[in-house]
């Protein structure tokens, strides 16, 4: 693995034609741009922690496109796994993630982690404005801002990107944890890799935080924010059969629209999926511990909630519904 931090002090030949399978050719290792602007503190941004997420390369060329020769604010510039984004992959076999091993991580300390700590100085030597990391999903997903520490500013960030943001406690070591210490500091959730909404959406916000010159002193009003939070995570276990078509011969069924179910409240009435099993799903709450008994029930074949919950991050992906997750089930964030 190459965990060697490269740090430039302007754009690198070939910067605004750059595709993502070429990344390596300008960005052999992981790399720390900083573009000095007329205001300072400096905005960071994170893009490609994630290899195939490549929606946050993609703004970072529109934004600095657009002020080539004078950018109204100055930036840092974090390119990540640049040899998974080289082969569209989120994280090589064997590799760290590059979204778990930032400062306050629980991994015992690596290549990776030293990386992470070392960006995490450089960039917050002199004050930063705040931290944006960019990243996609794979379902049909709203665009919205994860928070890690629901301060009044990451509320105003996430508020700036859309009506809904998510809090999140676990994983450790995100990025934005790190930087909750420093600036305000959001994740951007962009939608699928690549699409063209999300690109322009995240590019719009970045582009407000260059001009901005202080976050707001007035909290947020309630109207213009719904905060929620991953109570469980929901995973269907291997020995289990599925399909999202209702007619199908499986242990477990969806019905085909069932990504369409993303951010809105299942009632404890409103059936879930149809099963000819016992146990269909497993269900582990932010501690990993098993909380499926407590979340939901089988009565005749059918699966329903035991609480009002939201799932969020659905996809219908088998191998990734294999590899990590259904989706996860929310509830509105208390305090
Ligand atoms: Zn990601």
Same mark, same amino acid.
């Given at each position: ?6 740090i430039f002090s302007e754009l690198p030949e070939g910067f605004f034609d750059l595709e993502i399978a070429n990344i390596r050719d300008v960005f052999p290792t992981p790399t720390l741009i900083h ?64 979204n778990r091993c930032w400062p306050g991580t629980e991994m015992e300390p690596n290549a990776e982690t030293r990386l992470m700590s070392e960006v995490v100085q ?45 809090? =999140?406690?676990?994983? +450790?070591?995100?990025?934005?944890? #790190? *930087?909750?210490? %420093?600036?305000?500091?959001? !994740? ?74 993303? =951010?809105?409240?299942? +009632?404890?009435?409103?059936?879930? #999926? *149809?099963?000819? %099993?016992?146990?269909?799903? !497993? ?53």
């Open positions: 693995m190459n965990e060697q931090l490269t573009l000095s602007g007329h205001k300072s503190p400096a905005l960071f941004v994170s893009i490609l922690l994630h290899g195939n997420e490549y929606s946050g390369l993609k703004a970072v060329q529109a934004l600095l496109k657009k002020y080539q020769d004078h950018l109204p604010r100055s930036i840092y510039i974090f390119i990540g796994n640049v040899e998974a984004a080289e082969v569209n992959s989120r994280v090589l076999p064997g590799q760290t993630d590059y450089v960039a917050s030597r002199d004050r930063l404005f705040a931290a944006i990391d960019i990243h996609n999903n794979t379902g049909a997903n709203p665009h919205y801002a994860g928070i890690t520490s629901v301060t009044q500013d990451n509320q105003h960030l996430a508020a700036m990107f859309n009506h809904i943001g998510m809090v =999140f406690k676990r994983p +450790k070591g995100v990025s934005t944890t #790190a *930087f909750n210490e %420093i600036c305000p500091a959001a !994740i951007l959730e962009c939608g699928k890799p690549g699409e063209e909404t999300g690109i322009r959406h995240a590019t719009e916000l970045l582009d407000a935080l260059l001009h901005m010159d202080h976050f707001p002193q007035k909290p947020v009003a309630p109207h213009d924010l719904q905060l929620v939070q991953s109570l469980a995570t929901l995973n269907i276990p291997d020995d289990v059969s599925f399909d999202f078509n209702l007619s199908a011969q499986a242990d477990l069924t969806f019905e085909s629209g069932f990504e369409m179910k993303n =951010f809105t409240e299942i +009632k404890t009435t409103d059936i879930f #999926a *149809f099963t000819r %099993i016992d146990n269909p799903l !497993i269900i582990t709450n932010q501690e990993g511990e098993d909380v499926t008994s407590e979340i939901m029930r089988v009565e005749n074949g059918k699966v329903y909630l035991n609480k009002i919950l939201m799932p969020a991050m659905i996809t219908m992906d088998r191998y990734i519904i294999r590899q990590d997750c259904l989706c996860y089930l929310l509830v509105d964030y208390h305090g």
